[in-house]
């Protein structure tokens, strides 16, 4: 019923920056808690940042001051901004969505239903 789409991935050297854009095609209401998770290879994945519809954000301890999420609920599009990139943000990075703010703030890849089909960002040294 949801569809999410993400823009934004590729390389990049340390210490520079990457924007992540993650579009909805199919309604996503307001009151949906969206978020970016990461997965590298032979890992689990992991919540970097979950942003509720009253604009409240949650970040993983090793992205604060780093990164920033943020949302137009006009565009149904979800941003990521990510600054002074280190080598160890390499992972394929996901939009997610769910209904209601309800733990949002957890940041658990088990609570959200709608997933986009991921995209590469790859920091090098």
């Known amino acids: 019923q949801v569809r999410l789409v993400e823009s934004g991935g590729g390389s990049v050297q340390a210490g520079g920056s990457l924007r992540l854009s993650c579009a909805a095609f199919?309604?996503?209401?307001?009151?949906?808690?969206m978020g970016w998770f990461r997965q590298a290879p032979g890992k689990e994945r992991e919540g970097v940042a979950t942003?509720?519809?009253?604009?409240?954000?949650s970040y993983a301890d090793s992205v604060k001051g780093r990164f920033t999420i943020s949302r137009d609920n006009a565009k149904n599009t979800l941003y990521l901004q990510m600054d002074s990139l280190k080598p160890e943000d390499t992972a394929m990075y996901y939009c997610a969505a769910k209904y209601g703010g309800t733990w949002c703030q957890r940041r658990e890849s088990a609570d959200f239903p709608n997933w986009g089909q991921g995209l590469q960002v790859t920091v090098s040294s």
């Open positions: 942003i509720r519809s009253d604009g409240s954000t």
């Open positions: 199919g309604y996503i209401p307001s009151t949906y808690c």
